[in-house]
């Protein structure tokens, strides 16, 4: 009986340090950095970013589907091995995740810069250095490099728990492979798909350090902005602005990831 | 198939442990430059471990990652044990804010959080209140849901009889927690508490932007670092931190296959006899 | 008669609105064996998880010695329970299981080993000290947890589908050995059921119980042989329940024919349910029976057939030895000591027609208790 109000600390720790913040970004979203007052400008002057918002979306989208379709087959590799490789192969996949994403992001401007290690390579066998950094691709490669494990770690855990004995159920029932592969085991990894494309997307599209180091002034994201409305130009009140809108856009892409993999399920079901 | 997700695979690791690699290397590089390798060396250890500054900011990052986990774990823990026994309705309302941390992007996060610490400095008449504590706070708020999500599941695992076969032996609530709970959901405790530490140590946005000058990280101040060329002594460190997380990883590992191995010796003997 | 020692006044339990126990008025006598038997969500289980403290009665009183006890917690009770699966806890051996309750009432440690000592060898676990619990096998986990109660002295045991989890074999052994221990310690065992062999093999008392409600209470001869209604006697062995009316005293008439019994004071032709259980019919020759009818099916059941009969279109299942091929006609004779009448009751018309006999009968035995 007494066993429910245990939750209380928490409720009023969570009240406090996540509720209320976020309806104090709410309230900064829509008053006046000077006056205070009650003003849909940062809304509205939010058209102005909206190159960089579709530039942000459109990036993480492409390292997502990235993530997924190189991810899927790792993930599927891994589970088809014996226990003991596969614990070492999960560690290893999560190894990366606990080193400094920073420090991992400038190795990959040592390899890809104008001088960097792959294009010293390519000038000591007598080809012409490639522009490899400070573009979008570059970008794009590194939301994949940041986030990949985010994507396999989930498929992983989906793939695993499927139940060998449903695979040979199919196979009794007539499916060849593919079959096999497109019947059983993709409509039952569907909730590690969900949860991967989430994990990726949602840290892709806010990210604000990747363009920083591998793109160029003109490929700056949403993220960097935020950044430099609370860092540098100060402006907390455009900045609760985009945070707000970036929260939305986020729930609905991640409404939209769902409903997808939902309506597939239930196709599914049908036949 | 399978042979083309086994290229796959390994072309992967390749690629997440390159980066890893050359910053391995460039720890052992004579020149500053990670793209060109001039000659081996161990100075930059030993410039490491004279670099105060730097050992303070890893003391840093040890104290908030410690007490964030403690503290996150004994009130996330807690909030686990309660959530079990609410109706349906209040269990999903609190389900749904415990999501909330975990699905929004961390600049949000950090960038809320940091607009709260401003409004509270203001209102206190503070100049800024950024500092261990917001810093701590902004841990703890992250990390709940991790423990969370890791003690739940194994709360509703649990045979519910057993803590009422404490109770039927004479233990008060509170002993039955420490006597039969706790070791039930232990795993998921421990589960819990590691996530939130490694966590905790490798934050940079949300401590970003909650951390004020008197109270520093180390991947704040590395991002501070990465704004001009960075001295190779910090690439020391990361070589340091990567060799003590993988010996962790491969004694958990045998440890965990070690135990694994006894409960299989276990589960085949009870099997024997029925 | 011994004194009673727990006495059940009004219980109602509801849980969400949903009414899981009405107004149950149960009496427990000191010493004895009482079993609380009915099918899954009777209410059996939440009934004995009152008794325990773990749950409280949304209305009702409970008495243990004559005092009320439902303010009283679960640790402060002495009763303790035997629980559905064990529940005993995995991170202890044998040894620290049994001890666990003295060690929380703070025995000395040689106190506790002379006990524990002592209750392994009455549950013949001597040896098993050290080993982990889930290496035991089923039976062992079972007198563990039998003699992880037993060792704190209690007043009344409290058993919840003690041997649900055991193979039939084990589960016959346990009767007896159940029963050898209650008589051995000489106190109260409160048992739950859905097992109505187990029920009547070992009890002094049964209580039967469906829908939250007592159906009735008695020794285990007098609930097989005067069922209070028919739910009752479809549920304790298996029965032929029709339709009846007593014209008078001693007679009873059904399938248009008057029959003898020994049951009276019904009102002058009051509706009645008749109940003839499935091995006192007599098979005779068709120009002797009381009734005729045409075999329409046939089982061997190892001991006996089951033999289903038509008569008039109303289908009767008759346990005999003898054997009669399907579509044989025959003839059975009903003694008065053999015709059970019964009140008419909200059960009437739902059971004890084998018109589509088949195997369920015996799989609604073997469902697995699920409150």
Redesign the interface.
Known sequence: MKRKWMTAPYIIWMLLFTIIPLCIVLYFAFTDSVTGAFTFQNITGMADYAPIFLRSIWLSVIATVICLIIGYPVAYAISTCKPRTQKLLQLLIMLPMCLSFLLRTLAWVALLEDTGIINNLLTSIGLQPLPLIRNSGAMVLGMVYNYLPYMILPLYTAISKINPRLIEAAEDLGCNKRKVFSKVVLPLSLPGITSGITMVFVPAVSTFYISQKLGSPGTILVGDIIESQFKGAYNPNLGAAMSLVLMILIFICIGISNHFTKSDNEEEQLI | ??K???V??VI??I??????F??AL?SFNTGA????FKGFTFNRYAELFKDAALLELLRNSAIIAVLSTIVATI??T??A??????GKKMRSA?MT??N??M???????G??????F??AGTMLRLNSILGIWTLL??H??FN?PYV?LNVLPRLHQM?P??T??????????V??FF??TI??IMPGIIAGALMSF?MS??D??ISY?VTGAGFVT??VE??NY?KKP?HPK??AL?TL??II??IL??V??II??KTDRSKGK??S??GG?? | MANELIRLENLVMEFGGNRVLDSINLSIKDKTFMTLLGPSGCGKTTTLRIIGGFQVPTSGQIFFDGVSINEVPAYKRQINTVFQNYALFPHLDVYDNIAFGLRISGLSEKEIDSRVGHMLESVSLKGFENRKVPSLSGGQQQRVAIARALVNHPKVLLLDEPLGALDLRLRQDMQNELKRIQQEVGITFVYVTHDQEEALAMSDTIVVMDSGKIQQIGTPEGIYNEPANAFVADFIGESNILDGIMPADYRVRFFGQEFKCVDHGFEPNELVDVVIRPEDIDIVAPEQGNLCGTVTSLTFKGVHYDTIVDFKGFKWLIQTTEFHPVGSYIGIQLDPDNIHVMKKSEYSGLYGDYSSYSEEYEELDEMPEEE
């Open positions: 198939m399978k083309t997700s086994r796959i695979t992967v690791f690629f997440l442990y390159v980066p890893i050359i910053l460039a430059d990670m793209a060109v009130l996330g807690c909030a044990m309660g959530i079990t026994k609410l609190i804010v415990t909330i941390p699905t929004n992007p961390d600049i949000v996060t960038v809320s959080l940091a607009l709260m401003a409004f706070i902004a703890v708020t709940l969370i045979d009889n057993l009422d076969a404490a109770l039927d032996l004479g233990c008060t609530p002993q039955a006597k039969v070791h039930e490694t140590l490798d940079f946005v932007f180390l991947p590395i991002y990465t960075i910090v690439f990361f931190m990567f997380i993988l990883m491969i958990m590992n965990q296959s276990r589960f003997k009870a006899v029925l």
